[in-house]
């Protein structure tokens, strides 16, 4: 956790959070991906575990979460990942994203200290609300694992109680609905982020929507970090060939590379 | 006393609320709502007024005589939901939410459906009460229930066909829930069954509980007595929740729930997902479910639109453990054997998940006394399924 706290201590920009699905396009090009992120500047990698029904995603990632699920990819396998990504020599925290019954079925315990010893620093879980997180929350507080709940516009009474336990960073969603691109931010973010960001005693990032430099400009004074998941995913599916072939992927990697530092700068 | 769920939504380890932040606060105001709105004796009145002159409420119990007969066995009884306005149970509960949705300033519902009946009751009540109205449909299933997607599109809702996933009801539900969770502020989410996450499992079998509330009140008028079984099918559960409710203290009266065992439950094309499950999360709720060592759910079949979900109402999963009720499975030959001999004996043709508690109820009333009762919930009628049909017994016949 302290690694986490690190990440989002910059003080020139909030920090990079990008969202890769792991296994997609291929096991060996989300390494890739992983280490491109890393050189263009990402300080956070969000890793996905590809499930058969993501309730909080939009149409790019669940596509992609489909396509990784069709070629093979298991909960072993993103754990496998993990290690190789270590190994390839990724420095920065990775948190994983995965649904309550990914976690439930290899049981709460289990699940965070197979995290840990793969090389795992977080994990998040979209659909586990705070009040069905108690045994998850012990079970990471033990593994040494930072547990990132999530807080919506609309969780007005509930945020305190919410971000008190927060561990890692607090996931605060930008807009109502799925992932996915948007132009419009909810109308009252600043002041939502402000509520998030006063109650919490962890850094606060934002995501759900944010894909253009002026978005990322327009939150930077209010958050310590930034969330771009489905932008970079659509990006990965406009290349997939290209990154699942070794001759062709170093081309698509620079796409990447040149994405987030649009993003950025 | 059963008092379930708690104040969490559990039905013991089940129930609960594992959705996307964003809907938690929604999912408290529909509580809330179910608490104070649903008991208000004004609205107790409308509701009951519309059931009554619109729904056609109290449907009847009918004696299945000719049926017995053939049998040989227990007495068995129908109630009757296949008379209801539009055709099958879904009706109670879709003009009950709509009522509540409109009480709680919405405009707008949004549902899912499979076979299309839920779609088809939503779409009447949005009609009825000047709602707009969205309804996901797996696009599989707008291919196998065509005339319900045109009869929707007729009372003037949109029909989206979902093609994510396995294109049928899981995939739509999906698909109503993000609907509902970019749109919170100005609509409902018009739940069709006892699933998802709480309070919808406790709204639903409060809205359908009339149906075993009337029944068990007929069959006393009729015969003095209760029930030796209830029988139901069981998708999501509504229909056998609502009968069940109404006899789950009286603990003489067997309660059996009746899963599509598909092509046979040593096959993979089964939906008997309290006969061949394990827990996990779906929908917001923790119940049994349909699904592989990872967790992912998988898809499931039954000849029965309506039946083929992998999931199943959290109630039911802990009626199953604790022991109150039997949950059995019956394939889809059993099912269409069904539909012939009702509507040879009857002249009834039932709905094909409908046909299911009826394969059973003749498989048990054949073992049972001739003093013994079997009552059967008929939860909808099968004109939605002649094509269906015709197309499994067409040369049968």
């Not at chain 2, 769920?5 to 606060?25: A, H, I, S």
């Not at chain 2, 294109?167 to 969770?181: F, M, P, Q, S």
């Amino acid at each position: 956790m302290a690694a986490l706290a690190q990440a989002f201590a910059r003080t020139d920009r909030p920090a990079f959070v990008p969202f890769l699905v792991a296994g997609y396009p291929t096991p060996e090009a989300t390494v890739e991906l992983a280490l491109a992120l890393e050189e263009a500047g990402a300080d956070v990698l969000e890793l996905g575990v590809p499930y058969s029904d993501p309730l909080a995603d939009g149409p790019v990632i669940q596509t992609a979460a489909a396509a990784a699920l069709a070629r093979g990819m298991t909960v072993a396998g993103v754990f496998e990942l993990l290690v190789q990504m270590r190994r390839a020599g990724l420095t920065l925290p990775v948190v994983l994203l995965a649904y309550a019954n990914t976690v439930l079925q290899k049981g709460e315990r289990a699940f965070v200290d197979r995290l840990r010893a793969s090389g795992g620093d977080g994990l998040i879980v979209p659909d586990l609300p705070h009040e069905e997180a108690g045994e998850l929350r012990a079970a990471a507080a033990a593994a040494e694992v930072a547990l990132v709940p999530l807080v919506a516009p609309t969780s007005r009474g509930r945020i305190a109680r919410i971000v008190t336990e927060a561990t890692g960073f607090v996931y605060a969603v930008s807009s109502l609905g799925v992932t996915g691109e948007r132009d419009a931010l909810h109308p009252d973010l600043r002041a939502f982020l402000a509520d998030v960001r006063a109650a919490s005693p962890v850094p606060v990032a934002v995501g759900f929507g944010l894909h253009r430099r002026e978005q990322v400009r327009a939150v930077a004074p209010f958050v310590d970090g930034v969330i771009v998941g489905s932008a970079l995913v659509r990006l990965v599916m406009e290349r997939e060939d290209d990154l699942a072939s070794p001759a062709r992927r170093g081309e698509a990697l620079a796409a990447v590379r040149r994405f987030v530092a649009n993003l950025l700068n | 006393m059963y008092r379930y769920p708690d104040e969490r939504g559990k039905f013991g380890r089940f129930g609960g609320r594992y959705v996307p932040e964003t809907l938690m606060q929604a999912l408290e105001e529909l509580d809330e709502a179910r608490r104070t709105i649903l008991p208000d004796p004004a609205f107790r009145r409308e509701l009951h007024e519309l059931l009554t002159t619109y729904v056609g409420r109290p449907t009847p119990l009918t004696y299945a005589e000719r049926l017995s007969e053939a049998v040989g066995g227990a007495r068995i009884f129908l109630k009757r939901e296949d008379l209801t306005h539009t055709g099958a149970h879904k009706i109670n509960n879709a003009l009950g939410q709509g009522l509540l949705a409109k009480r709680m300033g919405k405009r707008r519902l949004v549902a899912e459906t499979g076979a299309g009946q839920h779609g088809v009751a939503t779409a009447t009540v949005a009609a009825r009460l000047g709602l707009s109205c969205t309804v996901y449909m797996g696009e599989v299933d707008t291919r196998r229930q065509r005339l319900n997607v045109f009869r929707m599109r007729l009372l003037g809702a949109e029909v989206v066909p979902v093609t994510a996933g396995s294109r049928t009801l899981k995939d739509a539900v999906n698909e109503a829930i993000r609907d509902w969770v970019a749109h919170v502020d100005d609509t409902h989410y018009l739940l069709g069954s006892v699933v998802g996450p709480h309070p919808y499992p406790a709204l639903v079998r409060d809205l359908q509980r009339i149906i075993g509330d009337e029944a068990k009140a007929q069959l006393r008028e009729a015969t003095g007595r209760l029930p030796n079984v209830v029988v139901a099918c069981v998708g999501g559960g509504s229909n056998a929740m609502g009968i069940f409710t109404a006899f789950l203290e009286d603990d003489g009266v067997a309660l059996v729930g009746v899963e599509a065992a598909g092509k046979g439950l040593d096959t993979d094309a089964h939906a008997a997902t309290l006969t061949k499950g394990r827990p996990g999360v779906l929908h917001g709720m923790y119940t049994y479910l349909i699904q592989d060592d990872d967790g992912n759910v998988q898809e499931v079949h039954s000849i029965s639109a309506g039946l083929d979900y992998p999931g199943v109402g959290p109630e039911h999963a802990f009626l199953k453990e604790t022991g109150r009720a039997t949950y059995v499975a019956v394939t889809d030959a059993e099912a269409l054997e069904a539909v012939k001999l009702l509507a040879r004996t009857e002249g009834i043709l039932p709905a094909l998940e409908s046909a299911h508690a009826v394969a059973e109820a003749v498989r048990r009333a054949r073992e049972m006394d001739k003093d013994a009762i079997v009552l059967v919930c008929l939860s909808g009628r099968g004109d939605k399924d002649v094509e269906t049909i015709h197309h499994h017994l067409g040369g049968d016949l």
